[in-house]
């Protein structure tokens, strides 16, 4: 396609930082439109990353709480799975941890109680607490409503990143549920 002399002067190209040939257009409104293309002379550069996706993953409990580590690795967000909050019922109390408290996993750091029942609250993995959800002593339903996200019950910082092992992945904790369920049916 031949350009105008016009028109081919209001084409810039340029390139981005991950290689990519940007061609932009100013329109006759003054808008500058690009378009990115990739060509076999000018490959995009791809970056690899050397730590495992699988330490940062969120990882559950068979009581059904879950862990999640910050970026850096060296802080987890705790809190109940979407499991434990369905079963719970509607969350009118959350006793939250003192934040200092020094935990080994398993302990107990908190409770919740529901319309339905209470249950305690434990630690996938040891350390000491940082920070606790105070958004939850205003508004426990907030579990409920997202306890896999804003209903988080406190962060931690780990001690032993090993113990993150032992804990069950997304799919495996899935796979747990269903037999729990499973069973649960059975029996009644």
């Known amino acids: 396609m031949a350009l105008s002399r016009t028109a081919a002067r209001s084409i810039r190209n340029f390139r981005t930082s991950a290689g ?20 076999a002379s000018h490959p995009v550069s791809r970056r690899s990353f050397t730590s495992s996706r699988l330490l940062y993953e969120k990882k559950y409990t068979e009581d059904h709480e879950w862990i999640e580590l910050s970026g850096d690795g060296e802080t987890g967000t705790i809190g109940v799975s979407r499991y434990a909050a369905d079963a719970l019922g509607d969350v009118v109390y959350v006793e939250l941890p003192t934040v200092g408290l020094e935990v080994g996993a398993g302990d107990t750091i908190g409770a919740v109680e529901s319309v339905k029942s209470a249950s305690d609250i434990m630690t996938p993995i040891s350390g000491i607490v940082t920070e606790a959800n105070s958004l939850l002593e205003q508004k426990p339903a907030t579990i409920n409503k997202a306890p896999e996200a804003d209903g988080w019950i406190a962060k931690i910082q780990i001690e032993n ?7 069950m992945s997304a799919e495996e904790y899935k796979k747990f549920t269903d037999e729990v369920k499973a069973s649960d049916e059975n029996e009644h």
């Not at 990143?161 to 804990?167: A, D, Q």
């Open 20 to 39: 990519l040939l940007v061609h932009s257009r100013v329109s006759t409104h003054g808008y500058t439109v690009p378009r990115a293309t990739s060509k």
């Open 161 to 167: 990143k090993e113990e993150m092992e032992s804990l």
